[in-house]
């Protein structure tokens, strides 16, 4: 099952919070796929001609038996990142990355 309902924000001083509430991906049984894709993404318009930074930071959890494997491709800023969970080991852990 794939999911993607809902897209919330708040900005407290120069922070801008973008939320993607209940983004998921679940690959539960045989009735389910047994390989998925979730795709987030957002443009931030920027009319300063002076340089411009941004931080990213990418919360989440996965969850996954040790019958499973479970590969994350991240592009955050223009920048390729892969987070693996490898087969043989149970996973219940929270997934920061910032860039």
Request: glycine share 12%; aromatic share 8%.
């Amino acid at each position: 099952m794939l999911t993607s309902e809902k897209l919330s924000g708040t900005k407290i001083g120069s922070v801008i919070s973008i939320l993607f509430d209940g983004a998921r991906v679940e690959l539960q049984n045989q009735g389910t796929p047994q390989a998925a894709t979730w795709v987030g993404t957002f443009r931030i318009p920027v009319s300063s001609s002076k340089a411009v930074t941004y931080i990213q930071h990418l919360r989440g959890f996965v969850g996954k038996d040790a019958d499973s494997r479970v590969l994350l491709v991240l592009d955050l800023g223009g920048k390729s990142h892969v987070v693996e969970y490898p087969f043989g080991k149970k996973i219940r852990s929270g997934l920061i990355n910032s860039t």
